[in-house]
C-alpha cells in the first residue's frame, strides 16, 4: 500500500508558473510508475504525465507538452509536476497516482493506476 499527498496547488495568473509535490509513503514507492491526472470542472478526469520507475521514460498529453515536466525523487520518495505557461484551461484538480511496475522503464497504462491522493486545485486566472 502507498499513500499519496498532492501538494502546491493555488491561484497563478495566465503565463505564470508553479510547482507540484507529491510525496509518497508506505510500501517501496520506488517499484511504482507515477503519474499525474486532472479533472477541471464539469470535465472528466484526464490524463497528463507520466514517469517510470527510473524517471528517465517520460510521457505528457498533447494540451501540457513542451510546457509541463515531470520528474521524481527517488531518495525524497516525492514526484513533481511543474508547470510553466500556465493557461485559464488548465484550471482543475491535479492528482497524482501510482502504478506498481515490475520493470524498471516502463510507462504505466492509466489502468494500471491503483492508488490516488485526494489532488491539490490549481486555478489560473486569465
Known amino acids: 500500500q502507498v499513500q499519496l499527498v498532492e501538494s502546491g496547488g493555488g491561484l497563478v495568473q495566465a503565463g505564470g508558473s508553479l510547482r507540484l509535490s507529491c510525496a509518497a509513503s508506505g510500501r517501496t514507492p520506488s517499484s511504482y510508475g507515477m503519474g499525474w491526472f486532472r479533472q477541471g470542472p464539469g470535465k472528466e478526469r484526464e490524463f497528463v504525465a507520466a514517469?517510470?520507475?527510473?524517471?528517465?521514460?517520460?510521457d505528457y498529453s498533447d494540451s501540457v507538452k513542451g510546457r509541463f515536466t515531470i520528474s521524481r525523487d527517488n531518495d525524497r520518495n516525492t514526484v513533481y509536476l511543474h508547470m510553466n505557461n500556465l493557461k485559464p484551461e488548465d484550471t482543475a484538480v491535479y492528482s497524482c497516482a501510482a502504478a506498481p511496475m515490475r520493470t524498471y522503464y516502463t510507462l504505466p497504462k492509466t489502468v494500471e493506476y491503483v492508488h490516488w491522493g485526494q489532488g491539490t486545485q490549481v486555478t489560473v486566472s486569465s
Open positions: 514517469i517510470d520507475r527510473s524517471g528517465s521514460s517520460r
